[in-house]
Structures are given as structure tokens and as C-alpha cells.
């Protein structure tokens, strides 16, 4: 589940989206966005990911939305501690 998670990343973008987009300079938020826009799919496919996966429901939104919008309903920045993905995520490579 784990690597298909990140999979997802490469697959949707999310590197090249954020360095455009309204997140750009905020690899954590972009990063917990993206992973609502790819879990919620996820686990409607039945794939089992560990621990408790960032959901739209964590953010209080409905599943299905892309992660722009989702970056948009972000509580204000302590999305920062929900989780990390590295660089397939943002773009921005983490030491």
C-alpha cells in the first residue's frame, strides 16, 4: 500500500502541480493535500495502508476532491505534523 502511495504521487503530478500551484512554497501542506486526494482512492480500492493515512475526513472534506482543493480547506499549517512523503510529493528533497 505504502509504495503504491507513492506511486501515486509520481503518477498525479503532485512535484510539477506544486511548483506552480498556490502551495508552492509549502512542501508540508502540499504534501498532506496530495496524500487526501490519493487515500481516499486508495482505500475505496481496498488497498490497506499503515497506521492512520491523512484523509479528506481528517481535513473535514468530502472524498473526491483534487489536491488543490484540499491544500485550500488545510487547517492553518498544523497539517505540517500529519505526515511526510519526501520528494515525489513536493518536489522538494528533505534531508
Known amino acids: 500500500g505504502v ?7 509520481l503518477l498525479r503530478d ?4 506544486g511548483a506552480i500551484g498556490a502551495w508552492q512554497n509549502d512542501s508540508h501542506g502540499c504534501n ?24 479528506p ?3 473535514d472534506q468530502p472524498d473526491g476532491l483534487t489536491a488543490e482543493e484540499y491544500y485550500r480547506a488545510l487547517p492553518e499549517r498544523e497539517a505540517t ?5 519526501g520528494s515525489c510529493a ?3 528533497p528533505e534531508a
Open 3 to 9: 509504495l503504491y502511495h507513492e506511486m501515486c504521487h
Open 14 to 17: 503532485h512535484a510539477g502541480r
Open 32 to 55: 498532506i493535500a496530495a496524500d487526501a486526494e490519493i487515500n481516499d482512492d486508495l482505500l475505496a480500492e481496498g488497498v490497506t495502508l499503515p497506521g492512520a493515512p491523512v484523509l
Open 57 to 59: 475526513a481528517t481535513l
Open 81 to 85: 505534523t500529519l505526515c511526510r512523503c
Open 90 to 92: 513536493t518536489g522538494v
